[in-house]
């Protein structure tokens, strides 16, 4: 049975504090994605990575960067967290242009 | 700007019909569509892909059209049951990454 999977399912965390959400397949899949899902506003992509080491901005990466040092785990950082990046955070794989098999995704809480 | 509109935040049907669902999308020409289901505290889940060059996919109780020319699809579930309640979000191709509408929440009543 495939499977993503992330570190936690839910996190709070302070305002200013540095945060690492893990992202992990099984499936060897090249592609890897980020998400956060906001309601009424869907999922935003906010960065991809196509292979070990390679990312690409999506289309809201400002406060976030990314770090893929293996091919099975994709990271996304929080450099200094704030109150309207709370949300829920969403990681995805997927081999090609086919489906993307998505995680459970993390709600993150900053106070 | 690149733009993908599904019809509704909520759509309320009766069990045993039809619920039809619709994306649309502006300044984008993807190469295929995918849709997907998600259910409240999870994941979305793949359920079709359909591309450009087919006008129509089946699976089961679902159905997804692509229409290029009105850059729409619709997305139909046959025979609907309280089961099929979820939100449903259809996402276009970008050549390597998706793009994800905002999704419609259906309720199928008993």
């Known amino acids: 049975d495939v499977k993503v999977t992330q570190s936690s399912r839910y996190l709070v965390k302070r305002t200013g504090e540095k945060v690492f959400l893990e992202c992990v397949q099984d499936m060897d899949h090249e592609n890897m994605f980020w998400y956060r899902q906001d309601p009424g506003l869907g999922l935003r992509l906010i960065y991809f990575?196509?292979?070990?080491?390679?990312?690409e901005k999506g289309d809201i990466p400002e406060g976030y960067s990314v770090s893929r040092e293996k091919k099975e785990r994709f990271s996304l950082i929080l450099e200094s967290a704030s109150t309207n990046q709370t949300s829920m955070y969403l990681c995805?794989?997927?081999?090609?242009?086919?489906?993307?098999?998505f995680g459970p995704g993390t709600r993150l809480t900053v106070l | 700007s690149q733009k993908i509109e599904q019809n509704s935040e909520a759509l309320n049907i009766q069990e045993g019909k039809t619920a039809t669902l619709t994306c649309n999308y502006t300044?984008?020409?993807?190469?295929?569509l995918q849709w997907y289901r998600q259910d409240p505290g999870r994941g979305p889940v793949f359920l079709l892909l359909?591309?450009?060059?087919?006008k129509e996919k089946r699976k089961e109780r679902l159905k997804v059209t692509f229409d290029t020319t009105l850059k729409q699809s619709l997305f139909h579930i046959t025979a609907s049951q309280p089961a099929d309640s979820a939100t449903y979000l259809c996402?276009?191709?970008?050549?390597?990454?998706?793009?994800f509408g905002a999704g419609t929440r259906l309720t199928v009543k008993p």
């Open positions: 359909i591309r450009e060059n087919e």
């Open positions: 300044n984008y020409s993807p190469a295929y």
């Open positions: 990575s196509y292979d070990v080491k390679m990312k």
């Open positions: 995805a794989s997927s081999y090609g242009g086919n489906e993307q098999f």
């Open positions: 996402a276009l191709d970008r050549g390597g990454d998706m793009r």
